[in-house]
C-alpha cells in the first residue's frame, strides 16, 4: 500500500506541479501586454479631439490598435532576451507579419495616425516593396487597405514595442522615420517600417535605402540631433506638428499655433516645427502682428540653420526676409530655394523701390 500510495503522492504533485505551471505560463502571457494606452492610443486621441470627430471612428481606430498588439503578442514567445538579436529580429518580422496580414500598406504620404488606422482604398501594388503585401493587395483587389508611411508606421511599431515592454524607440532621419531596438552596449538594430527591413546607421547617413535617398551630413546631424532614439515625450512633442496640420486644415490658427510652441518647447531642434510656425504667421493675417512678423525670421533662420539644403525651408525664410524689409536677402535665398520666379520678381521689384 505504502509504494502505490507513494506514486498516487507523486502523481498529484505532478499534476499540481503542471497546474501551476500552466496558470503561471498563462500569467506571464497575460503580462506581455504592459499597457492598454500606449503612445499610439494617445496620439489617436489627441488626433480625433482635435479633427473634432471623437466618437465611433476613434473608438473603432483604437480597438484596431488594441487587436493588433494582442495579435503579436500571441505570436512572440512568453518571454524576450530584449539582448539577443535574433530575437529582435524575431519581433520585428513578427510586426511585420501581422500588419501585411491586415492589409496595412504603405501610401506616401500618409498625414495622420488616423488615416492608417481608419479603412481607406488599397494602393498600388507597385508601390509595395514587400512580397507579402502586394499579395495582401492582390488577394482582394476591391477591399479596404489600412495606409502607413514612416511616420505612422514607425508609431505603430513604438506602441506594440510599449504594450509588450520591447526596447522599440522611434529614430529620425531628416524627412524620415524608422524604428530602433537597443541591444546590450552601443549595439543596435534599425528597422524601416517603409521597407520591412534592416538598415544601419551608415545606410540612412549615405541614403543608401531603398525607401531613403537623402544624405545626412555630419553638421545636420549634429543640428537636428538626427539618428537619435527619441524619448516618448519627444515623439509626442514631433506628433504635436501632426495636431498643428489637422487644426490648420481647420482653420484653427491660434490652436495650431500653440502646438507648433508645444513642440517647440520640447525640442528646439525641431526644423520642422519652426519652419511651419514661421509660415502660419507669414500666412494667416489674424497671427501677422510684427512681433510674429519679426519672430518668423528667426523661426525661419532656425528651420535652415538646421538643414541648410532643405528647399521648403528656404522658401520660408526668403519669405520671411520679404516681410521683415531684407529684399535682397530674399532674392538670394529664394534663388537657392525653389527659384520661384514670380516671387523673385516681386523681390526684386521691392529692391527697386
Known sequence: MQPSSHVSTLKIALVVSLTFFQLGSDAR??????????????????????????GAAARQAAAL??????????????????????????????????????????AIPTATLM??????????????????????????????????DCDTGSLVFASIGEALDLPIVVVEAPGHKFVRWNLAGRQRINWDTNAAREYTDSDFRRGRTITYKTTISPAEESAGKFLTGLSREDVLSYHSNVVAGI?????????????????????????????????????????????????????????????????????TLARAYAANGQFENAVATETRGHNNRSRIRQYRARIAH
Request: aromatic share 4%; proline share 6%; hydrophobic share 35%.
Open 115 to 148: 488615416d492608417t488606422m481608419l479603412p481607406s482604398p488599397a494602393p498600388s501594388t507597385r508601390n509595395q516593396i514587400t512580397k507579402a503585401r502586394r499579395d495582401a493587395i492582390a488577394s482582394a483587389p476591391g477591399a479596404p487597405c489600412h495606409r502607413m
Open 29 to 54: 502571457a497575460q503580462r506581455r501586454i504592459e499597457k492598454g494606452r500606449t503612445i499610439g492610443h494617445e496620439c489617436l486621441e489627441r488626433e480625433f479631439l482635435a479633427a473634432g470627430k471623437n
Open 247 to 315: 487644426l490648420e486644415q481647420r482653420g484653427q490658427y491660434t490652436a495650431a499655433e500653440k502646438e507648433y510652441l508645444r513642440a517647440l518647447e520640447k525640442r528646439k531642434h525641431d526644423s520642422l516645427a519652426a519652419n511651419n510656425l514661421a509660415w502660419l504667421y507669414l500666412d494667416q493675417p489674424t497671427l501677422r502682428t510684427p512681433a510674429n512678423v519679426r519672430t518668423a525670421l528667426e523661426l525661419a533662420e532656425r528651420a535652415v540653420s538646421i538643414l541648410p539644403r532643405t528647399r521648403d525651408y528656404l522658401d
Open 65 to 106: 490598435l488594441d487587436s493588433i498588439i494582442a495579435d503579436v503578442a500571441s505570436r512572440l514567445p512568453a518571454r524576450i532576451n530584449s539582448a539577443d538579436p535574433r530575437q529582435a529580429r524575431q519581433c520585428f518580422n513578427t510586426i511585420e507579419e501581422v500588419l501585411a496580414a491586415r492589409r496595412f500598406c504603405v
